[in-house]
């Protein structure tokens, strides 16, 4: 058996700036409304003309500079988005080839907010039995162009942006000098529950046509109080999970990286696991909700800053739409 080590982090943000007094312009809202109820600022939007991987490779480049490893050592490329460049090829193909990384398997995850979740739940498959030595793993999304922005409820949530990990499969037996990395993931989703959050436009059930776009099909539907109580429910089991799975409690955490898709539920999840908001990494202010990019790029953030540091624990946790939700504890 080999466990998988984080040897680097990177993270992409498009430089536009998009405040909340941009959206009190375009519909019936506020700052005031917009801060208090989501604790966000501002989030960044792509500039017109870019796509996903655009924002997914400068992410990778610099999670490959930061872990010292050469593209075309990759053996493992997984990125986790649900808005890729195009339906097909994958986005994976499209980064492998920005890359050079002409070894690595690449290939999306499509698992909404808990993309890098789900990545990394997948990417650990592959490299356990060390077939697969040196991944990488991104949650990038761009939301804005799914949303309508006549929707107040949905348009003032989200932002685009990409984070990246390097990971490498070492023997158990091995000191590599790196802790423990990936000690678990745990993912779960419930299709049943798909309509409180969902894209219906542009895919098979409703192909792109003239019909569709005039009946807004291509943005986001959401039913937003219902999935706050779902997301604080299943984003607290999750969290629990990973820590009984490990033995640990949440005494033990040394960061808590939830998905950054409102302040609330991020202090409600902290709450239920006993985590004080001291330790929780916090970028929803300056991004907004962009989706599978959240976890990666505020472990990004944290670990450049230095706040993470190697051997502390950090747990994540996501939730999205599907519904899909998932968790992972690293000894980073
Ligand atoms: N500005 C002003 N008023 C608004 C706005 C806005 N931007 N949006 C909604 N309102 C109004 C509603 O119309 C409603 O008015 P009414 O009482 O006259 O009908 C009122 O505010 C309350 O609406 P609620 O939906 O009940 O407000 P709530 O407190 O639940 O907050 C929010 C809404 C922020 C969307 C919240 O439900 C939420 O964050 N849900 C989670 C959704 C989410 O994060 N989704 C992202 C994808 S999944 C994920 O990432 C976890």
């Known amino acids: ?11 992409y943000l498009p430089e536009r700036v998009v405040p909340n007094s941009y959206f009190e312009t375009i519909v019936e809202t506020t700052d005031e409304w917009i801060t208090t109820r989501t604790g966000i600022k501002e989030r960044r939007m792509i500039a017109s003309g870019q796509a996903m991987s655009d924002l997914a490779t400068p992410a990778a480049q610099r999670a490959l500079e930061a872990a010292g490893v050469p593209p075309e050592e990759l053996d493992l490329i997984i990125i986790g988005t649900s808005t890729g460049d195009m339906l097909s090829p994958s986005t994976g193909c499209l980064v492998q080839n920005n890359l050079g990384a002409f070894k690595a398997v690449a290939f999306d995850v499509n698992a909404a907010c808990p993309g890098f979740i789900y990545g990394l739940a997948v990417a650990r498959k592959f490299m356990q039995d060390g077939s697969h030595r040196l991944a990488l793993v991104v949650g990038g999304e761009i939301v804005s162009n799914r949303i ?34 990936l000690l678990s993931a745990h993912i779960r989703s419930n299709g049943a529950l798909w309509e409180l959050l969902y894209v219906p436009g542009g895919g098979s059930r409703h192909p792109p046509t003239h019909e569709m776009i005039d009946r807004r099909l291509q943005f986001v539907k959401m039913q937003g109080n219902e999935v706050f109580k779902h997301a604080v429910r299943a984003m607290t089991e999750s969290a629990e999970q990973a820590l009984a799975s490990n033995g640990l409690t949440s005494a033990d955490v040394d960061w808590f990286i939830p998905h950054q898709a409102n302040m609330r539920i991020m202090e409600a999840v902290a709450k239920k696991l006993d985590i004080p908001m001291e330790k929780v990494v916090i970028t929803v202010h300056k991004y907004g909700n962009n989706s599978a990019a959240t976890i990666p790029i505020a472990l990004d953030e944290a670990v450049r800053e230095g706040r993470v540091k190697r051997g502390d624990l950090v747990l994540c946790c996501s939730f999205g739409a599907g519904f899909v939700w998932g968790s992972a504890l690293l000894r980073y």
């Open 1 to 11: 058996m080999h466990r998988v080590v984080f040897k680097g982090t990177g993270s």
């Open 148 to 181: 309508d922005f006549e929707d107040r409820a949905t348009c003032v949530l989200f932002g685009d942006g990409a984070g990246a990990a390097v990971l490498e499969a070492v023997p158990e037996s091995e000191p590599v000098g790196l802790p423990g990395g």
